[in-house]
């Protein structure tokens, strides 16, 4: 494990586009390119403006994401877009050619589907209750809009050698192959985000670019701090699953895609499907906290029968 420490500069120069900057972890990888000195282009649906409608209505904006960016180093640059819509996302490339040129960072982390997905009480459903409108948009937010911005933006990415693509998505190829994930819909959406990762890093590597499936663990989002009415700063006071004490910010899948970013070997991981977690130990980053949470470790002791596990072993 090699050691970490912040360098406000890593990637100054360097262009980013997190595409579904607005919250989550889009908002976590865009704060921590800020934090590198990127430029970052933070893109989504959810804007001041509010003249495109979000599947959410939640009051975090790309403008806000793009002050933090800016607030933390970077340099931010909010776009409102809907990535569900061709002609969108075209335009957005057109913009990013003309006032860049170029895109050394693809972010796709565009979701959108976390209130169609539905709660506990309604995971485990079979596939002929569930509601079929509800389920294909949930694989059209989280699938169509991921090949939509791939296709209209990877050509800015590998007109020189040196490309990152990041796809984020919910659990890695090897934990997904053999776990069911919440509903039949649910399930495929993930599975295919890691698969995209393959797919499109054995069409950039003749280009020199790389793609990497990154999933965090369990997420202190905005939706999350609020379903269990805590903030960043009391999180631990959560009345919560014993899990929840190996949770992350945001700021720690961030802080992977620098990692990558700024590994002038990342070709070795092309085509891969890793936890920021398993990056962290790679790369000897840290969270917010100064520590290194595994909640996917933690949960797979627990599934193995684990006795009496503590969480705090796994932060």
């Known amino acids: 494990m090699t050691s970490w420490c912040l360098d406000p500069d890593a990637l100054r120069g360097r262009i980013a586009v997190v595409a579904g900057a607005t919250r989550g972890a889009g908002r976590g990888i865009a704060a921590a390119l800020g934090e590198a000195g990127a430029t970052v282009i933070c893109s989504g649906r959810s804007s001041r403006g509010r003249s495109l409608q ?17 607030s933390l180093g970077g340099h931010g640059i909010p776009v409102v877009v809907d990535h569900l819509e061709a002609a969108q ?51 059209r937010l989280a699938i169509d809009t991921h090949l939509i911005t791939s296709h209209h933006l990877l050509p800015l990415l590998i007109d020189r050698p040196g490309g990152l693509l990041v796809e984020v998505t919910d659990g890695t190829t090897d934990y997904n192959a053999s776990r069911y994930r919440l509903s039949v819909f649910y399930d495929l959406a993930k599975v295919a985000v890691n698969r995209l990762a393959f797919s499109q890093g054995h069409e ?76 962290a130990v790679e790369y000897g980053f840290t969270d917010l906290d100064g520590s290194r949470p595994d909640v996917w470790r933690y949960s797979q002791t627990v599934e193995d029968g684990g006795q009496d596990v503590d969480p705090s072993d796994y932060r």
Not at 54 to 70: F, G, M, N
Not at 205 to 216: E, L, N
Not at 237 to 256: I, N, Q, W
Request: zero cysteines; proline letters at 6%.
């Open 54 to 70: 979000s599947d959410y209505d939640r009051p975090e904006t790309v403008e806000e994401t793009a002050e933090l960016v800016t």
């Open 89 to 139: 996302v075209k335009r957005l490339a057109d913009q990013i050619r003309d006032a860049h040129g170029h895109i050394d960072i693809l972010v796709n982390d565009i979701w959108g589907a976390e209130q169609l997905k539905g709660g506990p009480a309604e995971w485990n459903t079979p596939l002929w209750q569930l509601d079929l409108q509800k389920g294909l948009r949930i694989l």
């Open 204 to 279: 950039l590597a003749p280009h020199g670019a790389t793609a990497v499936a990154i999933s965090p663990g369990w997420l202190r989002s905005e939706m999350m701090l609020e379903n269990y009415k805590v903030t960043e700063d009391n999180w631990r006071t959560a009345a919560a699953p014993p899990g929840f004490a190996v949770s992350e910010s945001p700021r720690y899948v961030g802080r992977a895609v620098v990692a990558l970013a700024t590994d002038p070997r990342r070709e070795r991981w092309n085509q891969r499907s890793m936890t920021s977690a398993q990056l």
